[in-house]
Each structure stands twice: as structure tokens, then as C-alpha cells.
């Protein structure tokens, strides 16, 4: 009757453990906010690429301008 009962226990503890997740959120409000504007402003910078690329502006090339390592 013990070892029903342990199990019983474990058993409901492990499904609570997994039905839940994660407690607490990934990011705070001001984290996420950051992320946001670093996003943008990548995409922004990367905007002027694809207007010139649109209109023709710079010869077609293999190399990039974007520091990559």
C-alpha cells in the first residue's frame, strides 16, 4: 500500500511538473523591449541594402558589405 501510494505521488508530481511549464516568463518587459529595437534596427540598416538592390544602385556582387565573421 506504500509503494501505491510513492507511486501514486510521483506520479502526480511529475504530471503537475510538466502540465505547468515554465514558471516564470523568458524575458522582462524591458528585455524584450530591447530586443524589439535591436531588431529594427538591424532590419533598418539592412533596408538601405535592398532599396539600392531594388532601384539598381550597386553593381551585382559576390562579396558583402556587412562585417560577417
Not at 20 to 46: H, L, M, V, W
Request: hydrophobic fraction near 40%; charge should be negative; aromatic fraction near 8%.
Amino acid at each position: 500500500m506504500k509503494l501505491l501510494a510513492l507511486i501514486g505521488l510521483l506520479g502526480g508530481s511529475m504530471l503537475l511538473t510538466t502540465a505547468t511549464g515554465c514558471a516564470t516568463p523568458g524575458y522582462s518587459a524591458e528585455e524584450r523591449n530591447q530586443q524589439i529595437t535591436r531588431n529594427q534596427d538591424y532590419e533598418f540598416k539592412q533596408l538601405v541594402d535592398d532599396w539600392d538592390h531594388i532601384w539598381l544602385l550597386r553593381p551585382a556582387g559576390h562579396l558583402t558589405t556587412w562585417n560577417v565573421q
